[in-house]
């Protein structure tokens, strides 16, 4: 019913930038909150950053300063810019969503994940 397709990861040299995008397609009447979400190899799934649909934004402590979190509510679309990447950074970075369906049901959907890979 939903998908979300990520985009925007690659390797980058630590102190680089990178923009990670997350378009969210099918039967969808609004997007809620969404967010992105990281795992690193042996860790578990961690909180990067959210964003409401009201625009209020939340960031794990080890990427604030670093990473903002921006959406385009007309797009079904969120972007995660990220600066000063350090190798700690290193993840799959998965995109969340809330999804309002045009069913008027809601239901939390994730993408399928993009490798950020920060090495010299």
């Known amino acids: 019913q939903v998908q979300l397709v990520e985009s925007g990861g690659g390797l980058v040299q630590p102190g680089g930038s990178l923009r990670l995008s997350c378009v969210a397609s099918?039967?969808?009447?609004?997007?809620?909150?969404m967010g992105w979400y990281r795992q690193a190899p042996g860790k578990q799934r961690e909180l990067v950053a959210t964003i409401t649909g009201g625009g209020t934004t939340n960031y794990a402590d080890s990427v604030k300063g670093r990473f903002t979190i921006s959406r385009d509510i007309a797009k079904k679309t969120v972007y995660l810019q990220m600066n000063s990447l350090k190798p700690d950074d290193t993840a799959v970075y998965y995109c969340n969503a809330d999804v309002l369906l045009t069913t008027l049901r809601t239901t939390n959907y994730w993408g399928q994940g993009t490798q950020v890979t920060v090495s010299s």
């Open positions: 099918g039967s969808i009447f609004r997007t809620n909150a």
